[in-house]
């Protein structure tokens, strides 16, 4: 089968600190897929190093069909090449409105003259409008994005990353601090995303991870413990021992 | 050309329109074209600060929109005053020295010129070679050139050098107010082959126009100053509008998002630092003329501070509040050093205002940031109970 | 010392032990003999003719008479003569005298016994100036060996000041019998210098010179510089003689023409000024040279015009740039050494390089300690700064002016303590008080509001800054005032001609060391550095666990304030104190900080010593300017900027991700 990025012996090393651990971890062109595992067992270290923002010290991370390797990309290329990221915390820009955040995540071409020169086109507000509808936030276009709630804070910054229409989302932990309904709702948009492309949720709550139903893979001290159906991990004794015996009572 | 900009954005109609009317009222007031209510120097004062307002505005989108707070911009400004100074000095020097040649028996040779020419320029420092950056001296053109092409490399290559390697927030600060201290050191030199602390001076004089009036020229500069400052208003209000500006006010407030989003972020602030420099030049080229002198004190790096005291309390990230921030505290600035206020008689103490100016100054400073984050801008806002 | 046994032929060893023998006896039976015997004056009888009229060439046997004798009388006896207050009788005898009027003072040589007569029939003895410097070489040698001290520092002080030939031998006989140690080298010093010049032989010169390849003073220089004199020429043909080196006159043809027009080799230059003068000269109706006036305005048809004056004789020949190089290559143009021999200027320039050599180590020394003194000063000024900006975050622009604030406290304090080393004992402490108190102040008037908005501290602490600043200038005027330190720190520790370093820049450098030490003891050492690291790295976990962040941030700006303090009160000590002192450092230290790194003491110390290490380097490389000296340091730390954004000493991990 073939990969849409596969990650093979990555290691990182923090003052000494291995917060990656030779980890090797492939995803596929459409695919869900959760990634759960204690504090500290590099989930974030991993997305970073996926989207450019920490340089491994050993290891390779290859994208796509042409077999790109990521490391000698910057941060903005790599978005470019379709990897889109969403932060633990949401960040969106709150000082301006819904439709310009959407507006400025659409994928167009993203040089400083051409977007001097933009202009408004129809294809591009009824991206906007469909992408609002997905995120249930079209009554919320107009709105300064820092008046929004914080489970609307996190759908837009999903809808942002949509807009990228990126070919792998890579979503840290999207359902933090969010009520019941919120997170149904959550996971709605996540699995219709999943369907056209590759979207790698890393998340602590199990419930969460449980609704998504989907392939899990669970990360230790920087290297991948197991992999398989929730059910088949929850039963790793290894697993339980590590994580879900401290972690999840 | 969008043609939503101006709608999206109204203050920049109510902008032009107060403009105009400041504009129409001075010309009517003045000496040269009207009732000679105000006086030529205070004509220049205005223009001067027409020329302040608009390095104001490319402050305010180099800090108050994209989160740059650049401590040299006034060094670009005065870049732009000497590029121009440059050429109103040779131009007018050459004049004088081709007549007082005029009525030698045999006819100056183009090097007897040239040395006299340098001699009167240089001489204050001790030389009368001509440096070869004044190569370009004797053709406007070429020095108009000059006054967009030197402050926007020089913003190039420190801002590309500055943005690649991540240097951000305080840091980038410092950074520029090392490049403007690197800058005024060098022109304080008898060597820079711009007259040292001398500067270049007699700016007002326009070549050409040696009959006509001061108080006409000081019109004529005025108005210059006002069409570019309603021009700047235009090009940066354009700019920060649309999704240019929801970029750079991304990147003020969270770089690491936009960047992962896919923009090249350095690129954008490149291209900001980059304009916002030369439109810098163009005003000090509008300004120096009608100061008359320039000099290296005048880009040291307290200048670039005072042009973010004067964003900060007109208040950032609205291009009209940068507009009244520079033009309320220069001029208030000039009233109070001026002599203008009157002192407060305590009993114990007399309080001269030219000495307790500053110190009022860098305390309402702090009360602004403190108290007013907003600035005067802000009040506006709130007067006019429009959401921003 | 063989080299200076060797070089006084004429008064071998032997004869010089028996003659201080007898000078010694001499002396010793001074008393006795002085009042009965005529010694001098039956000497000076023997030679009553040359005694009166002394020619040059035979006073010798007379003074060699007058040294063998070793009278004590004799070393006054030549001074009065050399002065000429010597008198002869009417009956031939000497005495000295003291005209007065028609009266004359007459003083016995021998007795000492005076008398008053008239003028009449005494003739004072005027020996010429040739006479007078052969008794003045004589008389050095008794003021070599004089037993006072201090006339035989003067003698030796007079050789050095007027080196000659004839000086060698005495210092040199002076040398063994000097009690003075110090004096004693310094007559071997000066024995080298002189037998560098002025030795019998080139072998004894050479090895003077050889000897003087170790010495790096001043003088040791200056000796070698002198025997390497030379002149320039031109001429003909290379010359005989010692030549020390030919010259290209194509470096410099108008120079090199000038020196053939003044040998009278060539014709004078007719540069631009000299064909416009002439031509003015030539004018005839409303033409010069046949060629219109109008049309003079090129440099060709001045030239014409000119030829065409000099075809009729009434200027002298055109001088192009041709005919020029042509008679400069046609002449030799050279220096040529003063000295003959070419040996011996071969082995002084050798000498000079290698004595050039020691002072460029020297002088690579003497830059050292100015970087570190400099280095000093800097870390004193930015460590405050450092750590507010390492532990808070705080960009603070009023730091010069808390730099400022502590050296107007020394300044107060020396208005009302007037003993400098007492005055600044209390200053010190003071102004640290001072400094911290308003560093409190600000902390929780301004700064505690502003935390996590650092682009808006600097800013507020910036309007801070020129209210202080101005609030200076109107407490204490605008001149400078003066901080005086205490009489113990002037001058400076001399190391050696070319190293030497004040003693102040000394104490600035201990003080800094200890405000080193102090800072690393404060941070690794006590509960409070314990809390302000645990704060640094996390301040939310800090606060879970009993730290109040608040209080802590405020004693930490109130140290970095009052270590500004301290650092006023030192800067002042050297530079003037005036309002704007602090805005002089301010960049400085902000680069310090910079490049040093955040956050770290040792990042500041090497941020310190590279700026002031690479300032002085520069200095170095371009001493006529400090400004361009500046310019060059600060576009270097863009650039080093560009290589290490987190400055010499970088935290790393995830903690300095933002």
């Known amino acids: 089968m073939s990969m849409l990025l596969e990650v093979s012996g990555v290691s990182v090393t923090f003052d000494g600190f291995r917060a990656i651990n030779n980890l090797s971890i492939n995803f596929a062109e459409a695919e869900l897929r959760a990634i759960i595992g204690p504090n500290g067992a590099g989930k974030t ?50 000082d301006q409105t819904v439709r310009q955040n959407l507006a400025m995540a659409l994928k167009n071409p993203r040089g400083p003259f051409a977007v001097l020169m933009h202009s408004k086109t129809t294809a591009n507000a009824a991206r906007i409008e469909s992408i609002a509808e997905e995120i249930g936030l079209t009554q919320s276009l107009t709105r300064r994005a820092g008046e929004l709630s914080h489970g609307q804070k996190q759908w837009l910054e999903i809808g942002m990353l949509l807009a990228q229409e990126p070919r792998l989302l890579l979503v840290d932990e999207p359902a933090a601090g969010m009520t019941v309904e919120e997170r149904e709702k959550t996971t709605d948009i996540l699995r219709k995303a999943a369907e056209t492309r590759a979207v790698v949720v890393v998340e602590h709550d199990m419930e969460f991870v449980r609704r998504l139903d989907c392939k899990v893979t669970v990360l230790h001290e920087g290297s991948v413990l197991a992999e398989g159906s929730l059910d088949h991990v929850t039963s790793n004794q290894t697993v339980v021992d590590v994580y879900l015996g401290r972690g999840h009572a | 050309m969008r043609k939503s900009f101006i709608a999206e954005n109204p203050s920049v109609l109510w902008f032009l329109a107060a403009l105009s009317l400041f504009t129409l009222t001075v010309v009517l007031l003045s000496e040269a074209t009207g009732t000679a209510m105000i006086s030529t120097s205070f004509v220049k004062t205005l223009g001067k600060t027409l020329c302040l307002c608009l390095i104001a505005i490319a402050m305010d989108v180099v800090w108050g929109y994209c989160g740059i707070l650049s401590l040299g911009h006034f060094a670009f400004f005065g870049i732009g005053g000497y590029a121009i100074g440059m050429w109103l000095m040779y131009a007018r020097t050459e004049t004088i020295v081709l007549e007082s040649l005029q009525n030698q028996v045999i006819p100056p040779t183009p090097q007897e010129v040239s040395d006299a020419i340098g001699n009167q320029i240089f001489g204050v420092v001790g030389s009368s070679e001509f440096p070869l950056i004044w190569a370009f001296a004797d053709s406007l053109f070429l020095q108009l050139l000059m006054v967009v092409l030197i402050p926007g490399l020089l913003a190039l290559v420190f801002g590309w050098l500055a943005f690649r390697s991540r240097v951000t927030g305080v840091y980038l600060s410092i950074l520029t107010q090392a490049m403007t201290l690197a800058l005024s050191l060098y022109l304080f030199q008898n060597d820079s082959g711009l007259r040292g602390n001398n500067g270049l001076s007699g700016l007002q004089n326009i070549p050409g126009f040696e009959e006509t009036s001061q108080a006409t020229i000081s019109i004529v500069f005025f108005l210059a100053s006002s069409v570019a400052l309603g021009a700047g208003y235009v090009f940066f209000a354009w700019i920060v509008t649309g999704k240019m500006g929801s970029v750079i006010k991304g990147i003020r407030d969270n770089e690491a998002r936009v960047r992962f989003l896919g923009y090249h972020v350095e690129s954008y602030k490149l291209f900001v630092f980059t304009v916002t420099a030369v439109i810098s030049g163009i005003a000090g080229a509008l300004y120096y003329p009608q100061a008359g002198i320039i000099n290296p004190g005048e880009i040291a790096p307290i200048a670039s501070i005072y042009l973010a005291v004067w964003v900060a309390i007109g208040g950032r990230g609205r291009l009209y509040g940068a507009v009244i921030g520079a033009a309320f505290v220069s001029l208030l600035s000039s009233w109070f050093t001026g002599g203008g206020a009157p002192d407060i008689d305590l009993g114990v103490y007399r309080i001269q205002w030219t000495d307790w100016w500053l110190v009022l100054l860098g305390v309402s400073f702090v009360a602004v940031t403190l108290f007013f984050p907003k600035g005067i801008g802000g009040l506006f806002d709130y007067l006019v109970r429009k959401p921003s | 010392m063989a080299l200076f046994r060797g070089s006084r032929p004429k008064t071998p060893r032997k004869l010089d032990a028996m003659r201080r023998f007898l000078l010694a006896i001499a002396l010793c039976l001074g008393a006795l003999t002085q009042a009965q015997a005529d010694d001098l004056q039956q000497i000076l009888q023997v030679h009553a003719d040359e005694v009166a009229s002394p020619s040059r060439r035979s006073v010798g046997v007379l003074l060699d008479d007058l040294v063998a004798s070793g009278l004590p009388q004799v070393p006054r006896f030549l001074e009065e003569w050399a002065g000429r207050t010597v008198w002869q009788g009417p009956d031939g005898r000497f005495f000295f005298g003291q005209e007065d009027g028609d009266q004359i003072t007459l003083t016995d040589l021998d007795s000492g016994e005076t008398r008053i007569e008239g003028r009449g029939g005494f003739t004072q003895l005027r020996p010429n100036g040739g006479v007078r410097r052969l008794i003045g070489t004589a008389l050095v040698q008794y003021q070599l060996e004089d037993p006072d001290i201090s006339r035989r520092e003067s003698a030796v002080a007079a050789i050095a000041r007027r080196p000659a030939a004839d000086q060698l031998a005495p210092l040199v006989a002076s040398i063994e019998g000097e009690p003075d140690d110090t004096l004693r080298a310094r007559k071997t010093q000066l024995a080298t210098f002189l037998s560098a010049r002025f030795a019998d032989t080139p072998q004894e010169r050479i090895a003077a010179i050889d000897s003087l390849a170790q010495d790096t003073t001043v003088e040791a220089r200056s000796v070698l510089n002198q025997i390497l004199q030379t002149e320039a020429g031109v001429a003909a043909s290379e010359p005989d003689g010692n030549i020390a080196r030919l010259l290209n006159p194509m470096e410099a043809p108008d120079e090199y023409y000038a020196q053939l027009v003044e040998a009278g080799f060539a014709p004078a230059q007719t540069g631009p000024a000299v064909i416009r003068a002439a031509l003015e000269a030539h004018i005839r109706d409303g033409t010069a040279g046949g060629v219109p006036l109008a049309q003079l305005g090129t440099d060709a048809a001045r030239e014409r015009a000119y030829a065409a004056l000099s075809k009729e004789g009434l200027v002298p020949p055109l001088v192009t740039v041709e005919t020029r190089d042509y008679a400069l290559n046609a002449y030799v143009f050279y220096e040529l050494y003063d000295e003959p021999n070419a040996e011996i200027t071969a082995a002084a320039e050798a000498a000079l390089a290698s004595a050039e050599q020691r002072v460029a180590f020297a002088q690579a020394a003497d830059l050292a300690l100015d970087g570190l003194s ?62 911290f108190g308003a560093g409190v102040t600000m902390e929780r008037l301004v700064i505690r509001h502003l935390y996590h908005r650092p682009l808006e501290t600097l800013l507020a602490t910036f309007g801070i800054s020129i209210a202080l600043q101005q609030l200076a200038k109107n407490i204490f005027g605008t001149q400078a005032r003066p901080l005086t330190s205490p009489g113990w720190l002037d001058g400076a520790w001399v190391i050696s001609d070319v190293i ?44 879970s666990m009993g730290i109040n962040p608040d209080r802590i941030n405020m004693l930490t700006f109130g140290l970095g304030s009052g270590i500004a303090g301290i650092a006023g009160v030192a800067i002042g000590l050297y530079a003037k104190v005036t309002s704007e002192m602090g805005a002089d450092y301010i960049v400085q230290s902000f680069m310090t900080v910079v490049v040093g790194g955040v956050g770290n003491v040792w990042g500041t110390l090497a941020g310190a010593s590279l700026i002031g290490f690479l300032q002085k380097g520069i200095e170095w490389l371009n001493p006529s300017n400090t400004l361009a000296a500046q310019t060059y340091m600060i576009l270097f730390i863009i650039l080093f900027i560009q290589f290490r954004p987190k400055g010499i000493v970088a935290l790393k991990g995830r903690a300095a991700a933002d």
């Open chain 3, 500 to 543: 030497q370093i004040s003693y102040i820049r000394i104490a600035i450098f201990v003080l800094a060391l200890i405000f080193l030490a102090l800072i690393l003891f404060v941070l690794k050492r006590t509960r409070l550095g314990l809390e302000v690291r645990a704060v640094t790295q996390n301040p939310g976990m800090a606060a």
């Open chain 3, 374 to 435: 400099l280095a000093s000063i800097y870390f004193l000024a930015a460590i405050g700064l450092a750590i507010t900006f390492g532990v808070m975050g705080v960009i603070n622009m009023a730091h010069g002016e808390f730099i400022m604030m502590g050296a107007y406290t020394g300044y107060v304090v020396q208005l009302f303590v007037p003993d400098y080393t007492l005055s600044i004992i209390i200053a010190l402490p003071l102004a640290f008080a001072v400094t």
């Open chain 1, 45 to 94: 270290t991993f997305m970073d190093i996926v989207t450019g923002k920490t340089r491994p010290d050993e290891g390779t991370v290859i994208w796509g069909e042409k077999n790109i390797s990521l490391l000698g990309l910057s941060e903005s290329q790599i978005a470019m090449e379709g990897i889109g990221r969403k932060f633990q915390k949401p960040t969106v820009f709150e």
